[in-house]
């Protein structure tokens, strides 16, 4: 079956824009995950979703950003009022239940670009 | 908070060399997990670890947990240039925090 989709594979805003990311995770899988990685680092845990919840949103860096899962499959992320230091890769990622003991899979990623 | 280091941030070998990444973490972790990105991709997993001194291997990759449960490292024998990429790996305390990673280039 088809992996982690995400959409668009890139986003180039203005500074104080509003911009929204979308994850389609594999089907089946009830945990999803986003991260954001800038050049040369890890992927950095944002939020984490079990099911339509919001697990732990401990990584959500201020609250410009938020992110929903209504109906436990699709998720977006959004980015309120957005700023230059917002740029970077948006990761999404799912796997099956367990929370964080299972192998992850991550989509294609989101490049944002804010001007 | 919990904080994942990983050592060397980067390493070119030649064809054949054998490569090693090592990855500390401030606390001690209930598992690990390793990935590789390839350039312009996005992470894979590779492996799990979850008991205290594990040892796992995978063709010519060799993983290892230390025995505290704060420590892990990732050895390729032989390298070849499939291998080239960044590995990455994660350390599952209260969620899952990845290291920088350690970019690997091998020259043919």
């Known amino acids: 079956g088809a992996g982690v989709s995400q959409t668009p594979s890139n986003k180039v805003t203005e500074k104080g824009k509003y911009v929204e990311l979308r994850c389609d995770p594999i089907?089946?899988?009830?945990?999803l995950y986003w991260y954001r990685q800038s050049l040369g680092q890890g992927p950095e845990f944002l939020i984490y979703?079990?099911?339509?919840?919001?697990?732990?949103d401990s990584g959500l860096p201020n609250d410009r950003f938020f992110a929903v899962r209504p109906e436990g499959s699709v998720s977006t992320l959004k980015i309120q009022r957005t700023e230059r230091g917002d740029s970077a890769v948006y990761l999404c990622?799912?796997?099956?239940?367990?929370?964080?003991?299972?192998?992850?899979?991550f989509g294609p990623g989101t490049r944002l670009t804010v001007l | 908070g919990q904080q994942v280091m990983q050592i060397p941030q980067y390493q070119h070998v030649q064809e054949g060399e054998d490569f090693t990444t090592y990855c500390n973490s401030s606390?001690?972790?209930?598992?690990i997990q390793w990935y590789k990105q390839r350039p312009g991709g996005h992470p894979v997993f590779l492996i799990q670890?979850?008991?205290?001194?594990e040892v796992k291997k995978q063709k010519r990759l060799t993983f290892q947990f230390g025995e505290a449960k704060k420590n892990s490292s990732l050895h390729i024998t032989a390298t070849q240039t499939t291998d080239v990429g960044t590995y990455f790996c994660?350390?599952?305390?209260?969620?899952?925090?990845f290291g920088a990673g350690t970019i690997l280039r091998v020259k043919s």
């Open positions: 979703f079990q099911g339509t919840g919001a697990a732990d």
């Open positions: 994660a350390g599952h305390g209260n969620k899952l925090v």
């Open positions: 089907s089946g899988h009830t945990a």
């Open positions: 606390t001690t972790l209930s598992n």
């Open positions: 990622a799912s796997s099956w239940a367990g929370a964080n003991y299972n192998e992850q899979f």
């Open positions: 670890l979850v008991k205290s001194g």
